[in-house]
């Protein structure tokens, strides 16, 4: 191969190529970093159930607070 071919290749390799594989990365990292549209209906339907439990968990205080005023000084 001349030099004419090689110059240009080497340059590629040396410093072309680098920042293009470094700049790909760096996009699919960007795009992994992010929630799925399956991510984020799952996220909402876990907060949903959060918010569920909480109402059921201060019901259950309210019923225990008149049952058994002492309940919360037994359970520690």
Do not use: C
């Not at 340059?11 to 992010?34: C, D, Q």
């Not at 799925?36 to 909402?44: F, P």
């Not at 968990?57 to 049952?67: G, K, N, P």
């Amino acid at each position: 191969m001349s030099e004419a071919v090689i110059v240009p290749a080497v340059l590629f390799l040396v410093f072309v190529a680098p920042v293009w594989i470094i700049f790909h990365y760096i996009t699919k990292w960007r795009i992994a970093k992010t929630l799925s549209a399956d991510d984020e209906k799952m996220l909402a339907d876990l907060w949903h159930s959060a918010g569920k439990m909480e109402d059921r968990i201060r019901q259950l205080e309210r019923i225990l607070d008149a049952e058994a005023p002492n309940w919360r000084s037994k359970a520690s």
